[in-house]
């Protein structure tokens, strides 16, 4: 029997007294990380299917640069403040980063991610206002399949604003949410980012043969660019080209690297791809 006073942890507790302790210690690095500018963005490319060196944008990733120079890519940290008001910071910071990133090299397009809860945020609004239109012009903002289908109306007017600032929209993790195809009509997004759930083993696994080419087909439809994520494997890619896929993006593509890679006519030819 516990002695009087003491407080005893239940064996079920544990695992959520740990989550919220790593949580905490996610959310003060990242919020030192902001207070330091230790923020940076990664590029990965992303190319035309069938033209591996011809790259149409690249996606930009949050990074933190440690003290000691280590890298802490996205996925240790954003899960842990993405519907927070911290994470509505770090997409004020990413926006910033990437506006003066797009400034500095006239020759890219980029790619950012959005969270549902920065789509209503006043402030990430008005820096993207504030910026020229012709920089906004090379930006595409990536919104998930789940936070655009969340709030329709928050939705469409957030795309309304975007694209008064001749910005692109893309819709990421195509294929994995409940699409209304009713309001997907009237979105009328620039790019749709098919999800890796569907590419990986996409030469062998003719399942998401017939999904993927469903979903080429919709896309095509409406006038959409198609990007295949998680790119791994040549025969991959060579299936995805096969099908239709505009874009490849993976690790075969390329890394997330410091600075992006520039090559001639990266936004000439297909204005929609490429510029």
Same mark, same amino acid.
């Given at each position: 029997?516990?002695?009087?006073? !003491?407080?005893?942890?239940?064996?079920?507790? $544990?695992?959520?007294?740990?989550?919220?302790?790593?949580?905490?210690?996610?959310?003060? %690095?990242?919020?030192?990380?902001?207070?330091?500018? #230790?923020?940076?963005?990664?590029?990965?490319? $992303?190319? @035309?299917?069938?033209?591996?060196?011809?790259?149409?944008?690249?996606?930009?990733?949050?990074? $933190?640069?440690?003290?000691?120079?280590?890298?802490? +890519?996205? &996925?240790?940290?954003?899960?842990?403040?993405?519907?927070?008001?911290?994470?509505?910071?770090?997409?004020?910071?990413?926006?910033?980063? +990437?506006? #003066?990133?797009?400034?500095?090299?006239?020759? $890219? %397009?980029?790619?950012?991610?959005?969270?549902?809860?920065?789509?209503?945020?006043?402030?990430?609004?008005?820096?993207?206002?504030?910026?020229?239109?012709?920089?906004? &012009? @090379?930006?595409?903002?990536?919104?998930?399949?789940?936070?655009?289908?969340?709030?329709?109306?928050?939705?469409?007017?957030?795309?309304? %604003?975007?694209?008064?600032?001749?910005?692109?929209?893309?819709?990421?993790?195509?294929?994995?949410?409940?699409?209304?195809?009713?309001?997907? !009509?009237?979105? #009328?997004?620039?790019?749709? !980012?098919?999800?890796?759930?569907?590419?990986?083993?996409?030469?062998?696994?003719?399942?998401?043969?017939?999904?993927? %080419? +469903?979903?080429?087909?919709?896309? !095509?439809?409406?006038?959409?660019?198609?990007?295949?994520?998680?790119?791994?494997?040549?025969?991959? +890619?060579?299936?995805?080209?096969?099908?239709?896929?505009?874009?490849?993006?993976?690790?075969?593509? &390329?890394?997330?690297?410091?600075?992006?890679?520039?090559?001639?006519?990266?936004?000439?030819?297909?204005?929609?791809?490429? &510029?």
């Amino acid at each position: 029997m516990a002695s009087a006073g !003491k407080q005893i942890t239940k064996s079920a507790d $544990i695992p959520a007294v740990m989550s919220n302790t790593l949580c905490d210690l996610e959310a003060g %690095r990242v919020s030192k990380a902001l207070n330091d500018n #230790r923020m940076e963005l990664f590029y990965q490319p $992303i190319v @035309r299917a069938g033209a591996n060196n011809f790259v149409a944008f690249h996606e930009g990733l949050a990074r $933190i640069r440690m003290p000691d120079g280590t890298i802490v +890519a996205a &996925g240790q940290f954003m899960p842990f403040i993405e519907n927070t008001p911290l994470g509505t910071q770090l997409d004020r910071c990413i926006l910033r980063l +990437a506006l #003066r990133q797009l400034r500095d090299n006239p020759h $890219i %397009r980029l790619s950012i991610n959005l969270s549902v809860r920065s789509m209503q945020d006043t402030c990430w609004l008005a820096i993207l206002e504030s910026a020229c239109s012709d920089i906004c &012009g @090379r930006l595409i903002v990536e919104i998930t399949e789940g936070a655009a289908m969340s709030d329709v109306e928050l939705t469409t007017a957030f795309m309304h %604003r975007v694209r008064r600032k001749h910005c692109s929209i893309a819709l990421d993790d195509f294929g994995t949410g409940a699409t209304s195809f009713r309001y997907f !009509k009237d979105f #009328r997004f620039d790019f749709v !980012k098919i999800d890796g759930l569907f590419i990986r083993d996409l030469f062998c696994d003719k399942d998401n043969q017939v999904l993927v %080419r +469903a979903l080429i087909d919709i896309s !095509k439809h409406f006038d959409m660019v198609t990007v295949a994520e998680f790119i791994e494997t040549d025969r991959d +890619a060579e299936m995805a080209a096969k099908l239709g896929i505009d874009c490849l993006q993976g690790y075969l593509i &390329g890394e997330p690297t410091a600075q992006p890679i520039t090559l001639p006519r990266e936004i000439e030819q297909d204005r929609k791809v490429a &510029g």
